[in-house]
């Protein structure tokens, strides 16, 4: 509470002062009160300013006053961020300190203090804060930094602004540096209160100096340091000094015709630099000038070549620029000394000896003129007059005429006019002429074949005109007879006139003529001429004739016709003899009345008739014309033109043979004249179409082409052929040959054993070759498969193979192979079945099958028997008929091709109703057989028997044995063997446990053994095998060869001889088993023995056999039990045991069928597990092929020449093999495409 009465007496306090002040002036007069007062300050607009106010009481409340305006007393000066309070109050020190000063700090200021106990109240005198603004723009028109191009001369103004300054600013203009006097300067209000803007204007008059130079403009203001500027370059314009043209010679505008003149123009000065051009006589020349703007230098080069036109020309350089008042010009006129371009003299220098020669010589325009001198060879002539007139270019011409006499010995000396003057001392200008005196030649003669020899035809003959002397050179021509000789034109090969140029030796001229003799020459006069001289010699020729002809007294000609040809020879040299002949066949012909004959010769004619027939077309009738004395002979011949109908050649062919699906071309062999217009085939009735169709077409000569040929396409092709003079007919016949399809092949095909049978082939094939069919038998490999005893017949389309007296081993699968030639051959495969009566198989008188006869146990007794056709099983106990209907009794009969299964179940087996002999009868149409079989209760084991060694080593030996009855559990076997002189028995157990063969290991070299064999099951041992005989084996020694098995038998490693002895651990080991087993044995033996029995019989009646194999040689298994057909296939194992448990007659379930394919025959079959205990009379079962190779009986043949897979999904009858015809075969097979889908021939 204290505190706030304390503040608002404060305030109280200081509104009472504040009013007092306001209300109470201080007189000025009177600074009492004041240590330092404030005075007038001037700063610069962003400076920092500060007016001092010194109190002399302390106490007292101070504040500024700025136009009035209280500031209060707070040192912050609150709405005043740059306005505080400086200084130490309690020495009275309140100065007031501006930041950053700016125009609205320009005002009044006054330091007030209140009253106080120390003191009155107070009032500082006023004084005025002034702010100075430097201007801040200055702005130049022309624009500032830019280029101004003024015209030396002329006056120009430029003007400068700046404003917004305090005080108002002073502008001056510089031009080059120097001051301009003629301004005219404005000062107005700028944008604020208390701102100043200036604008000045000044005159400015360029000159020629001032190029390049500054125009500046200054702004200065007290409140700048510098003055500002602003400035633009002056491109002043100025006219160029005047052109100086330098010459290259003392004497100015001298110059000689041909010289290179260079003449270089300079213009200095100018802005810009000068333009230059030459002219001459007005006309410029050249416009071509270079500047170099250091030196202020334009140059222009003129290079020209003087000719005499030139003379009298000036030549002038211009020079100027865009701101000249007129062109400058320096000129120079040329002065050209030429000499006479030519001299010509007129006027023949040829000329006949003796006589005179007249000659002009007359020079070209020359500056200054030349004098003309005459000369002959050395010796100069006078002569007859000069002559001067005035020529072009200011120059002048000359002229001098001269006469003389020609003389003899002047001939070829060089005739001159030279031509000279003072003014070309080192130049000499002349015509020279050869001096032609004309005089005849003195000789002329030919050298050459002496006249009257003979010369013959074709030879070559060189002729040689001579002379002697002449000017000018004589020509020499040749003449034949009154015509000019000359040499023919190129084309013209080969050349018979080869005439030479004239040819000069000395005074001697010669010119050859080489000629290749011919008929015109004979009796020929040969001339050479020279001027009035000529020479001559004639010639003899021989020739043969030159032109043999024969004309006919027809030009139509047909068969039967007479025709009269007549043979002229023309001219001949000597006579010739004419003969005729037709192609080879001398002709008797008659004189004729002969022609005149050129060249001097002899003429000759005969004449021959003919009577035409059509093989006279085309030959030729030869007439020769021969020369004895020549031993030459020309020929001419007529070609007879015969017309006549068409005919078929002896060579025509009338049968063409075609492979199906290939071409076949119908060749035509026809003659006529003319050539048939038209060739129309036939095939059935029915036309072929002439412009072709999808599979045949009719070529030029008549030929017929098909392709993709069918055998629809075979049989009879007539052709007709037609021309102007007749028609003809011919018959081609079309042997379409196609790869064999086998039509018919009975499968199977049965008989009897012992009987005879035909394995027929049919099949469709062209062409039917005699040994085109073959037979293979299909089988395995090792097999036989020889056909020797069998007899291969074939007639026509039909293939036999005869099987005589047929045994079981013939049985299986054949294959018919026909191959005709055409590819692919036909493959066929057919089974034969041969059929015999029923064979059981037994392998002992007496076969056991154990089961428990407690009534909860089931057995199966299994019969198997061979036979053909199928078999029905009967079965009896003890002799009485088995009553099937009995539900304890139930029949499965199963049909594998040949073998045939019969499985009898017996379920709930009693001992009192079911131990007793069973009895299997298998039956056909053929016979009957039987076998016996003996339910008996579980045992122990048979004894084994046949117990052997097969093997033997140092130190092992192998064993093979047949097993015993196995009582109906599994069996095991055990070796029991000693080493003679070794106390004891050594035991070593088969592994496998059922194995029937087995390597004893561990033995010692060279030592002696006995061995014995037992079988045990879960119900005891059986006795030793063989009824305990034994088999001794002595073991080789080291050095003694092995023998070895055929086969790997189960073994145990062996047992060196540096390990522990054998016998005495097996005694160790035996003691302490019998030892700490004896206690439970017995008591525990009999509690589980049945229960062992029961899981034995359990075990093996659902597991069944995987080693009892049985090999199937038919593809067919039927199972009657269920009343359903199947397919299956088997194997065989190579070991099967005498007896059968129950286990072995446990069958899996009914065969499946499966799909099978033979691409490759019947090698390729595999087999599969069956649960038929097999490998019984094997021999007969190989004779059969193997269980996949073949579909169900009486399938239907598959008739594909390239498919050899049975067919599986179709089952029709045997007879319908023979129903099949061409259109039942697969029509997705290309051979069996309809004829008329094929493509038409019509």
């Not at 007879?640 to 699906?661: D, I, K, M, R, S």
Request: with cysteine; charged share 20%; glycine share 8%.
């Amino acid at each position: 509470m204290a505190l706030q009465t304390r503040i608002k007496a404060a305030l109280l306090l200081l509104g009472l002062l504040t009013t007092g002040l306001t209300q109470v002036p201080i007189p000025a007069s009177a600074p009492r009160g004041f240590w330092a007062l404030p005075e007038n300050l001037t700063a610069v607009e962003g400076s920092v300013a500060e007016l001092q106010c010194g109190v002399r009481a302390p106490g007292s409340a101070v504040q500024w006053a700025k136009d009035g305006l209280l500031l209060g007393p707070d040192p912050r000066i609150p709405s005043f961020p740059r306005y505080r309070l400086e200084g130490d109050p309690a020495k009275g020190e309140f100065h007031l300190h501006i930041e950053a000063c700016d125009l609205s700090d320009d005002a009044e200021y006054e330091c007030q203090v209140g009253r106080s106990e120390t003191g009155p109240e107070l009032v500082s005198p006023r004084v005025i804060l002034s702010i100075l603004v430097p201007p801040k723009v200055l702005q130049m028109t022309p624009e500032a930094g830019s280029t101004v191009t003024w015209v030396a001369g002329q006056e120009y103004t430029a003007s400068c602004v700046s404003g917004d300054a305090k005080p108002a600013p002073d502008i001056t203009f510089l031009l080059s540096g120097q001051a301009i006097s003629s301004i005219s300067a404005n000062v107005n209000e700028g944008s604020q209160q208390k701102l100043f803007t200036t604008e000045a204007t000044a005159r400015v008059t360029p000159q020629s100096s001032d190029n390049g130079q500054l125009l500046v403009c200054e702004g200065s203001s007290p409140a700048l340091d510098t003055p500002i500027k602003a400035s633009v370059t002056m491109n002043v314009l100025f006219p160029p000094g005047p052109p100086v043209i330098e010459w290259p010679g003392l004497d100015e505008g001298q110059v000689r015709a041909g010289q290179s003149l260079e003449l270089l123009c300079t213009a200095r000065g100018g802005n810009p630099l000068a333009t230059l051009q030459w002219l001459k006589n007005g006309q410029p020349v050249s416009t071509a000038w270079g500047t170099e703007h250091a030196q202020a230098v334009a140059r222009s080069l003129l290079a020209m070549i003087v000719r005499p036109e030139d003379h009298g020309a000036r030549l002038s350089c211009e020079a100027y620029n865009s701101v000249s008042p007129g062109i400058q010009e320096h000129g120079v006129t040329l002065q050209v000394t030429f000499p006479p371009s030519a001299i010509t003299i007129l006027g023949s220098v040829s000329q006949s000896e003796n006589k005179n020669v007249t000659l002009s010589c007359i020079t070209k325009s020359s500056r200054p003129r030349v004098l003309l001198r005459w000369w002959l060879g050395w010796r100069q002539l006078q002569p007859s007059e000069e002559t001067v007139m005035d020529g072009l270019h200011g120059g002048h011409i000359s002229m001098s005429n001269l006469t003389f006499l020609a003389r003899r010995e002047d001939n070829g000396l060089t005739l001159t006019c030279e031509a000279f003057s003072e003014a070309f001392t080192k130049e000499t200008f002349k015509k020279s002429l050869t001096l032609n005196v004309k005089y005849p030649a003195q000789k002329l003669w030919i050298e050459g074949p002496p006249e009257g020899q003979r010369l013959r035809a074709g030879n070559r003959v060189r002729l040689v005109c001579l002379a002697i002397g002449g000017n000018p050179d004589p020509s020499l021509t040749w003449y034949k007879d009154s015509r000019t000789v000359t040499e023919p034109r190129p084309p013209q090969e080969p050349r018979r006139v080869q005439l030479g140029s004239v040819e000069k030796s000395g005074s001697i001229f010669s010119r050859e003529l080489v000629l290749i003799t011919g008929p015109s020459d004979n009796q020929a006069k040969f001339t050479c001429k020279a001027g009035q001289l000529s020479a001559s010699t004639q010639l003899v020729v021989q020739f043969p004739p030159t032109n043999v002809t024969i004309l006919a007294n027809a030009s139509t000609l047909r068969p039967g016709d007479a025709l009269n040809l007549t043979c002229f020879s023309v001219s001949s040299n000597p006579p010739v003899n004419l003969s005729w002949d037709k192609e080879g066949e001398r002709l008797e012909g008659v004189a004729a009345q002969p022609r005149r004959a050129p060249f001097k010769g002899s003429a000759a004619a005969r004449s021959v008739l003919l009577r035409l027939s059509s093989r006279d077309h085309g030959h030729r009738v030869t007439c020769s014309a021969h020369s004895t004395e020549l031993r030459e002979t020309v020929s001419a011949f007529y070609r007879l033109n015969v017309l006549y109908p068409p005919e078929f050649l002896g060579e025509q062919v009338l049968v063409v043979t075609a492979v199906e699906q290939g071409e076949a071309l119908l060749p035509v062999s026809v003659s006529a004249n003319p050539a048939p217009e038209a060739f129309n085939w036939t095939f059935r009735g029915y036309r072929l179409s002439p412009v072709g169709g999808p599979r045949h077409r009719i070529l030029s000569g008549g030929a017929l082409q098909l392709w993709n040929v069918t055998r629809a396409d075979d049989g009879l092709y007539q052709l007709h052929c037609q021309n102007s003079e007749g028609t003809a007919e011919a018959l081609v016949r079309l042997d379409v040959h196609y790869a064999p399809i086998i039509r018919a092949l009975q499968d199977p095909t049965e008989v009897n054993v012992g009987d005879s049978v035909d394995i027929v082939c049919t099949v469709d094939a062209n062409p039917i070759l005699p040994g085109m069919f073959n037979w293979e038998r299909l089988g395995e490999e090792g097999e036989d498969q020889s056909l020797d005893d069998m007899e291969k017949m074939s007639k026509g389309s039909t293939g036999r193979l005869r099987i005589h007296h047929a045994k079981l081993t013939q049985a299986g699968a054949y294959q018919c192979i026909v191959d005709n030639g055409v590819a692919p051959p036909a493959r066929g495969l057919v089974r034969l079945v041969v059929r015999f009566a029923p064979h059981v198989e037994h392998p002992t008188p007496l076969t056991k099958v154990a089961a428990a006869g407690d009534s909860t146990s089931s057995a199966t007794l299994h019969c198997r028997a061979r036979g053909v056709p199928n078999i029905v099983f009967t079965w009896t106990k003890n002799g009485v008929p088995l009553d099937l209907q009995d539900p304890r009794y139930t029949e499965h009969t199963y049909h594998q091709g040949g073998v045939h299964s019969s499985l009898l179940t017996i379920v709930n087996v009693s001992a009192a109703q079911d131990y007793a002999l069973f009895t299997c009868t298998a039956t056909n149409p053929l016979g009957s057989d039987h076998t016996n079989i003996q339910l008996v209760s579980i045992s122990r084991p048979d004894p084994p028997s046949g117990l052997k060694a097969v093997s033997m080593t140092p130190y092992s030996v192998g064993l093979e044995w047949k097993p015993g009855f196995d009582g109906g559990l599994p069996q095991r076997f055990q070796i029991r063997y000693e080493a003679l002189g070794t106390p004891g028995f050594l035991y070593m157990d088969v592994l496998p446990p059922q194995a029937t063969t087995f390597t004893l290991t561990g033995l010692q070299p060279s030592t002696r053994y006995r061995v014995w064999l037992l079988a045990s099951n879960a119900l005891g041992d059986s006795g030793l095998a063989d009824k305990g005989s034994q088999i001794s084996i002595t073991t080789p020694g080291l050095d003694q060869p092995s023998r070895e098995p055929d086969y790997q038998l189960p073994t145990e490693q062996p047992v060196g001889p540096s390990e522990m002895p054998l016998l005495p651990v097996l005694l160790a080991v035996g003691g302490l088993l019998l030892l700490s087993n004896a206690s439970c044995v017995g008591g525990f033996l009999w509690q589980r023995r049945l229960k062992h029995l029961a899981e034995g019989i359990s075990e093996k009646t659902e597991t069944g056999s995987e080693e009892d194999r049985v090999r199937n040689e038919y593809e067919e298994s039927q199972w009657t039990g269920d009343r359903d057909t199947r397919s299956s296939t088997v194997s065989t194992t190579d070991v099967e045991p005498y007896y059968h448990s129950m286990r072995d007659f446990s069958p899996q379930l009914p065969p499946m069928m499966e799909e099978v394919s033979y691409p490759r025959g019947l090698r390729a079959i595999e087999e599969e597990n069956m649960a038929f205990p097999g490998h019984l009379y094997d021999e007969v079962e190989r004779v059969y092929a193997p269980s996949q190779a073949w579909g169900p009986l009486y399938d239907e043949v598959q008739m594909d020449s390239c498919d050899f897979r049975w067919p599986e999904d179709r089952y029709e009858d045997a007879r319908g093999i023979y129903d099949q015809v061409a259109g039942d075969l697969d029509p997705m097979e290309p051979d069996a495409i309809p004829f008329e889908l094929r493509g038409h021939l019509v």
